[in-house]
């Protein structure tokens, strides 16, 4: 049994990103500067290879090497450490999920199958398989609109009710009404929601435990977050609504919101460059200048 248990992940969980040099190289240096700024924010815990980490353009002895990075840099800090599992057979990502945990992962995240569209039960069958190699605690995450697989409040009613140590990750658009569904039919689960927080507060107040968001102000979400636990609902509220036109326009497209979050870490002096891999978005003259405004509207 880990460090953590389900009921532990909770807070203001980053997704974090995947520096790279100019040259479209994995840049090590800013990566550990990155999770030194992370960890130094405050967070409860940080999740590596989500989406917003650009894991399908990574090459695998990159990721290992990163898994190993990020492990060992974090050793002892005082947040959970999860890695996400990605892999489209179960086979491998039973194999992965293994890894990761004997690596020393305190959670993973679990982002099912949906290339070429497998069943409802073939999907089920690969998150049974995976919570039942390892006991640490496993972010079960439901993303439809980048997976395009639909999945029931009661299909993962029906994980929750099998496996004590599951999680979930629950962003679709919206959320809310899906969460209080799943949550009437699985009360002790435990919900996080990703979706640039878009949510956080409604989340919160559905029975949510947290929020993943990207990593590039974190500190926000946390100023959210501990607002909402000491009971200040109406600071929390205005802080929210100010970032709220932000996230909502860069949200639009996954790839741009993955850009405007490195470009800000770089604007920061947290990494390198902002580099990304390719395909990725482009951004304008007006983007920069909503970036700019964005800083200085929230002293970053």
């Known amino acids: 049994m880990g460090r953590y248990q389900a009921i532990d992940i909770e807070g203001v969980n980053p997704i974090v990103a995947m520096p790279f040099k100019a040259n ?32 399908p353009k990574l090459e695998e002895p990159e990721r290992e090497r990163l898994a190993e990075i ?24 039973v194999k992965r999920a293994r890894h990761y945990q004997a690596l020393g992962a305190d959670a993973l995240m679990l982002l099912p199958p949906f290339f070429l569209q497998p069943s409802p039960q073939a999907i089920q069958q690969h998150i049974f398989a995976v919570l039942e190699a390892v006991d640490i605690p496993v972010m079960v995450q439901y993303a439809p609109s980048e997976t395009g697989l639909p999945i029931t409040p009661q299909q993962l009613a029906d994980v929750a009710a099998r496996y004590p140590h599951a999680v979930f990750k629950i962003e679709c658009n919206p959320p809310v009404e899906y969460t209080k569904e799943f ?32 990593c590039s102000f ?8 501990r607002h909402w636990q000491a009971g200040e609902v109406e600071q929390a509220n205005r802080l929210h ?4 036109p932000y996230i909502q326009r860069w949200m639009s497209h996954c790839e741009y919101i993955i850009q405007i979050e490195k470009t800000i ?34 002293s970053l």
């Open 24 to 55: 479209g190289e994995i840049d090590p240096l800013s990566f550990t500067q990155l999770l030194e700024h992370l960890a130094a924010t405050g967070v409860q815990g940080m999740t590596l290879f989500g989406i917003a980490s650009e894991f």
């Open 70 to 93: 990020f492990i060992s840099e974090l050793a002892g800090a005082p947040l959970f450490r999860a890695i996400s599992v990605t892999d489209h057979s179960s086979e491998v990502a």
């Open 183 to 214: 949550l009437q039919l699985a009360r002790q689960a435990n919900v996080l929601n990703g979706y640039a927080g878009l949510y956080m507060l409604q989340m919160l107040a559905a029975g949510g435990k947290g929020v993943m968001p990207g």
């Open 218 to 225: 974190s500190e926000i979400y946390l100023r959210i977050y």
């Open 241 to 244: 609504q100010a970032l709220l």
């Open 265 to 298: 870490l770089q604007r920061r002096n947290i990494i390198a460059t902002d580099y990304c891999r390719h395909p990725g978005w482009q951004l304008t003259a007006d983007d920069h200048l909503m970036i700019a405004q964005f800083l200085s509207q929230f």
